[in-house]
């Protein structure tokens, strides 16, 4: 895709499903990686298969720790590409769900990534060659989901997050958009009863569940410079699901 090619892109929660598949297809297309994710790099593998052309940090980004770890990596360079794509769960039923259920979930999946955000951002608009974050919602910012009071808060706040971002930030030619994934195949979605995700591929039009490598596709398009004119937007990669 036109314009990756030497970018240096920052991806959080990289040593999971879709974060590695973003990660590799970011890699594929000659970007710099820096990569971050709270388990130490000798626990995740990514090393071996980013050999070069990659810089790690182990960090909470929830934390203040974590987000000093993650500034001072960016060096003098910064970067050119934020996917925010760290998040958690703690699903409980919202009469179960605990104070810190809550809280945990919101500082994650939502403070941390406006905090992080703000800081790339005004590393870009300093550097003044613009840039591009992305952050990841989720189809269930739109139609709720039983047990996830906190995690459907957090994804529907980054939706209204991205499209104020775009707005404030268009004209330092700093795009941000945001992803929807459905139901991907990634070891929190394999968390789920087998006959709940047998409904969910049975309703969806494409008839499977999303692979983590449909998802860093989007993220790439929408980080490239095919996508130089899209910001402020959610895009919602579900196999149909929604529709």
């Known amino acids: 895709m036109r314009g990756i090619h030497g970018k240096r892109v920052l991806i959080t929660g990289a040593a999971g499903g ?7 297809r970011f890699f594929d297309e000659g970007a710099r990686l820096l ?7 000798a626990d995740t593998g990514l090393q071996a298969v980013f050999p070069e052309r990659m810089e790690y940090v182990a960090a909470d980004i929830a934390s203040e720790a974590g987000l000093t770890a993650v500034e001072h990596a960016l060096g003098k360079d910064g970067v050119d590409v934020l996917v925010n794509n760290a998040g958690i769960t703690r699903d409980k039923s ?3 769900m605990t104070t810190d259920d809550w809280d945990r979930v919101i500082a994650v999946n939502l ?6 955000s703000q800081l790339i951002a005004r590393r870009m608009k300093d550097a003044g060659r613009g840039g591009v974050i992305l952050n990841a ?3 269930v910012a739109h139609s709720g989901n039983f047990g996830q009071a906190n995690y459907v808060a957090t994804k529907a706040g980054l939706i209204g997050l991205t499209k ?6 268009g004209r330092a030619g700093i795009r941000v958009n945001a992803i929807a994934p459905g139901f991907v195949d990634t070891p929190m979605a394999r968390a789920v009863p087998e006959a709940s995700l047998a409904m969910v591929t049975e309703r969806t039009p494409l008839g499977r569940l999303g692979r983590p490598e449909d998802i860093a ?12 004119y899209i910001t402020g937007q959610t895009h919602v990669i ?3 699901w929604t529709m």
């Open 164 to 169: 104020t971002m775009a707005r404030e930030l």
């Open 94 to 96: 919202s009469l179960k």
């Open 137 to 139: 919602a989720s189809v």
């Open 18 to 24: 879709i974060g590695r598949a973003t990660a590799q």
């Open 111 to 116: 403070t941390a990534v406006f905090r992080l």
């Open 238 to 240: 579900d196999g149909g």
């Open 35 to 41: 990569l971050c994710d709270v388990r130490p790099l």
């Open 217 to 228: 596709a989007a993220y790439c398009f929408l980080a490239s410079d095919d996508a130089a």
